[in-house]
């Protein structure tokens, strides 16, 4: 106890002296402080504060009848003084001196005069203007120079009062900054008068002399739809971020995440700077990449390891799965009814990666998740469909359409009405809301290019990107996106490119009957010359042996490159496949396509040129088309070895381009002259009609794409409409299948397996 009772008052006695030491270092401090801030003080009374842009002298300059001054001071951002104006034309120049210590270019926006009896007027200085010096022949604006502007104070017209001559004064200098301006190359072709740049908080205007106005501008990361046009010209006003001014070419914006740009290999970006797109993300962050110091987190890239080291376009590419599994998403006004073509491309991050695109009316309530581990709607979506489908993804390259039905979109990230029957293939009271859903597939080997068409049936659409499978089966990796765009095709457009529109009734193959017509509007979408008027349409899921595609269980190329219909260029007879659609002139067009033989090596020909008044046609089922005729002039006029396509030694791949000409169609397969004369490698007052064609050579042992989407693209696979027509045709036909020379078999019993047309 007593020894208890000692130790607690030594404590005590402890705790007493560091209590009495802190107190008078404490006040040691305060009397310090305080006399310190005296110092500070007198500093302050005798030398003025730096700033980046500052006054930091004033002095008269001029004194014009009888004026003069009693007083003048200053400080940053005004000078003030007294002035004694006697005359009605009685002014004084004051040189005002600015020094701009900083990094950042700035002017003067606006001068402010308190006195309403004063006005003033700048001599040798236009406000907006930039505050720059030349020293040595250099132009100088930022750190440390010094600038001299002449304010001249004088009456403002109709207040001279000669009974009160003297007039106080402040006026007050808003120095601003500048926001850049920039302009996308197309629309800057209909934009002039345009600056550069703009003083911070003032307004721009420029000249737009398009047709119509359609330009989209942003002010940072958000889209501004406030401005004015008015006879042509355009005004912004109160810019306070840089402008962009973009045409619209494509209703997608920032399709190749090129908006903001980072400084590393990947971001995790707040969605209100990622311009345009938008993501059900909880933490409302988009990942974008960056090929930066030869380095990528998303491509395996290094120093030493620069594989596939660029990007379909740009510098900067999107991950689909941020820091959790969400969606990305745009909201885009179209015109009902109006065919739309839609492009990107897609690469897994890992391995073999799923992702889906999902695109139908806008909803109300946008998508949302409740929590990080929660689905939003398009996510929801997709992944039923995956299950309900039973869809196998571990191919190559594949895609495939769906169109479903479901309820709205409820404010909580689900449906409204019942949970249990969200989603249906029909429509009906319930499943109101339609959507067109892609799936797709892609390994990481190399960026894979996919597009198609949409169709609205609102002005107003929701356009989303959602992960459904990584290879690592994580949600905060997977599905690599780059170059995405949605246009409006004008009818520039392949029709059924895929043979997916086509009911094949769940056989392997189907006869379809397709009249020749220009572009049927029922049917497959396709012509056809052959005689009893049938285009062969198979299926992959049913009919893989009838075509010879599964050798075995386990061979990896057993698939079909789009969905899973094609079509087999023969079907009873031979002939030709085609179809006609709209072309503008003078614009350059781009096709692509995969080809397969279905035994071994089979050739066919692409010809592109003028759709005729008269349509290719045939006499009888054993007799021969247009084109076929063009075919058999080309083996007897032309070695397709100048054109780089070994025919003879059996190579495959595509030939380089063969330009003939010909007399106008005329009917039953014939011309308007004689076939002896009707084809030429000249172009006169007979051979009229310019044609592209190309000759295709592919195995059978996988699908090989040719034109925009062929990895390896050596030729020219380009088409341009030279004159005033607006329709083009395109037209495939059989050039010798792998049966027809080794077993003598005709060609219209097999050979020449296509899918996946398109046209861009």
């Not at 339609?434 to 659409?461: A, G, H, Q």
Request: proline residues 2%; negative net charge.
């Amino acid at each position: 106890m007593f020894k208890n009772i000692g130790f607690n008052k030594l404590k005590s006695s402890v705790i007493i002296s560091y209590a009495i030491l802190i107190f008078v270092i404490c006040l040691s401090i305060g009397f310090s402080a305080f006399s310190n801030q005296l110092n500070i003080k007198d500093i302050i009374a005798s030398v003025r504060v730096n700033a980046d842009i500052r006054i930091t002298s004033v002095n008269l300059s001029e004194a014009y009848n009888d004026a003069y001054s009693t007083s003048l001071d200053y400080n940053k951002t005004n000078i003030n003084g007294t002035t004694i104006l006697p005359n009605e034309d009685s002014y004084i120049d004051y040189v005002v001196n600015i020094v701009n210590l900083g990094k950042v270019e700035m002017g003067i926006k606006e001068i402010t005069l308190n006195n309403d009896n004063l006005d003033y007027e700048l001599i040798d200085y236009n406000l907006g203007d930039k505050l720059c010096v030349i020293e040595e022949e250099t132009t100088k604006c930022t750190l440390g120079i010094e600038k001299q502007i002449i304010v001249r104070l004088k009456w403002k017209n109709g207040s001279y009062d000669s009974s009160n001559t003297e007039n106080n004064f402040v006026l007050d200098f808003n120095f601003q900054n500048y926001q850049k301006v920039y302009i996308e190359d197309t629309a800057a072709q209909n934009i002039t008068d345009c600056p550069s740049e703009v003083i911070n908080s003032d307004d721009l205007t420029f000249r737009y002399t398009g047709e119509k106005f359609d330009i989209r501008i942003y002010m940072g990361s958000k889209r501004i739809n406030d401005y004015t046009f008015e006879n042509g010209l355009v005004t912004i006003k109160n810019v306070t971020d840089p402008v962009y001014i973009k045409y619209i070419s494509y209703n997608i914006e920032n399709g190749s995440f090129e908006i903001p740009t980072i400084s590393s290999s990947y971001s995790y970006v707040s969605s209100m700077r990622v311009l345009s797109w938008n993501t059900t993300s909880i933490s409302d962050e988009i990942e974008i990449g960056r090929i930066y110091n030869n380095k990528s987190e998303h491509l395996n890239l290094s120093p030493s390891n620069s594989v596939d080291s660029t990007l379909p376009d740009g510098n900067q590419l999107a991950e689909i799965n941020a820091n959790e599994q969400a969606s990305l998403f745009q909201n885009i006004s179209v015109t009902s009814g109006e065919a739309y073509d839609w492009s990107l491309y897609h690469r897994g991050r890992e391995g073999q990666e799923v992702m889906a695109l999902i695109i139908g009316n806008q909803q109300e309530n946008e998508p949302k998740k409740v929590n990080t581990s929660s689905d939003d709607q398009f996510i929801t979506m997709s992944k039923w469909l995956f299950e309900d489908q039973n869809i196998y993804y571990n191919v190559p390259t594949k895609i495939m359409k769906y169109k479903i039905y479901t309820p709205t979109f409820d404010s909580s990230g689900g449906f409204s009405g019942d949970t249990s029957d969200l989603f249906s293939y029909e429509y009906d009271s319930v499943h109101t809301e339609e959507w067109d859903v892609w799936i797709i597939s892609s390994n990481s080997l190399k960026w894979f290019n996919y597009s198609d068409t949409y169709i609205p049936n609102s002005n107003n659409i929701t356009f989303a990107l959602c992960s459904v499978l990584t290879d690592k089966q994580t949600t905060t990796k997977g599905n690599l996106i780059d170059k995405v765009s949605f246009s409006i095709n004008g009818n520039e457009k392949i029709v059924n490119g895929s043979f997916e529109d086509t009911d094949t009734k769940e056989a392997g193959y189907v006869y379809f009957n397709a009249e020749n017509s220009k572009n049927p509007d029922v049917g497959i979408g396709w012509s056809t010359t052959a005689y009893d008027k049938k285009v062969e349409v198979g299926n992959f899921e049913i009919g893989k042996n009838n075509y010879s595609i599964a050798k075995d269980m386990l061979n990896p190329y057993i698939y079909v490159i789009n969905g899973n219909n094609f079509i087999e260029l023969n079907a009873t007879e031979t002939g030709t496949v085609y179809q006609n659609f709209l072309t503008q002139k003078d614009k350059t067009n781009e096709w692509s396509f995969a080809h397969r033989g279905r035994e071994g090596i089979d050739y066919m020909a692409m010809i592109i040129g003028p759709s005729q008044s008269l349509n290719p046609s045939k006499q009888t089922a054993s007799t021969k088309d247009q084109f076929m005729k063009m075919i058999d002039w080309i083996k007897d006029n032309i070695d397709i070895k100048d054109y780089n396509l070994d025919f003879e030694s059996e190579a495959t791949g595509c030939s380089d381009k063969i330009t003939i000409y010909t007399a106008k169609f005329s009917s039953l397969g014939s011309f308007e002259v004689d076939d002896a004369n009707a084809i030429s490698l000249t172009q006169d007052d007979i051979h009229t009609e310019k044609w592209n064609v190309w000759v295709i050579g592919s195995n059978n042992d996988d699908w090989y794409n040719y034109g925009f989407n062929d990895e390896n693209l050596s030729y020219d696979n380009t088409y341009i409409n030279n004159d005033e027509r607006k329709e083009t045709i395109i037209a495939f036909t059989n050039y010798s299948t792998w049966g027809q020379r080794n077993n003598g078999r005709s060609p219209a019993e097999t050979g020449n397996l296509l899918d996946y047309v398109n046209w861009r």
